[in-house]
């Protein structure tokens, strides 16, 4: 939790609600090293469209560390809200200070993937910094803007411990399946913002 000393004459103002942000069901991911060496991988908004499928097609095509690629499906993929960080003294009245925002797990399941592709998404778990864009059931990108007030650049949701597990047997009654799963950091939506694309990014990428 990181908060401003000394404090400002009046409390922060809030924005005025002027619509609903609602980004459903993640169906796909597409995954991008955080850095480019000691450069942040952002797409800048009026250099680089994101909403246009030219852009991504050429980070898919690069061979340096701004290389994206698209996972398969994922289902039954849960994300959990980060619990409080306390400490571990109790203050006045014996209520516990907050401390910040503790990390927000993240797990799913790919359904019935050969394994020669999981063998190559298991690569990415060796990978040390990682982020992530979430592409939902309307082919909407979902990422971090430089500002979500004024977006400039955008770019991926910083993640750790990206995991994908080895096979689960379905059996009579269900799919064979492997997990995958990944943390993201505390506050990691501060700043997350929506693309709207002019493409469909679940079959065009």
Not at 38 to 64: H, M, Q, Y
């Amino acid at each position: 939790m990181l908060c401003n000393c000394p404090q400002s004459a009046a409390i922060a103002t809030i924005p005025v609600v002027d619509c609903i942000e609602r980004f459903g069901e993640i169906q796909k991911i597409i995954i991008q090293r955080t850095k480019n060496g000691a450069v942040l991988n952002e797409i800048v908004v009026g250099t680089d469209d994101p909403t246009l499928l030219a852009t991504w097609t050429v980070l898919k095509a690069a061979v340096d560390s701004t290389k994206v690629q698209v996972t398969p499906y994922i289902a039954e993929l849960t994300n959990d809200e980060a619990d409080p960080r306390e400490a571990s003294s109790p203050g006045v009245g014996g209520i516990s200070q907050v401390l910040g925002s503790d990390f927000s797990p993240v797990t799913g399941y790919l359904h019935e993937v050969p394994q020669k592709i999981i063998k190559v998404l298991k690569q990415y778990n060796c990978e040390v910094g990682v982020s992530v864009f979430l592409i939902n059931e309307h082919g909407q990108i979902g990422g971090l803007a430089d500002d979500n007030l004024a977006v400039t650049k955008v770019r991926g949701i910083p993640v750790r411990s990206f995991f994908v597990a080895d096979k689960k047997f379905g059996g009579r009654d269900d799919v064979d399946k492997n997990r995958i799963m990944w943390k993201y950091l505390p506050n990691f939506s501060d700043e997350f913002t929506i693309i709207n694309p002019a493409f469909d990014p679940l079959s065009e990428l």
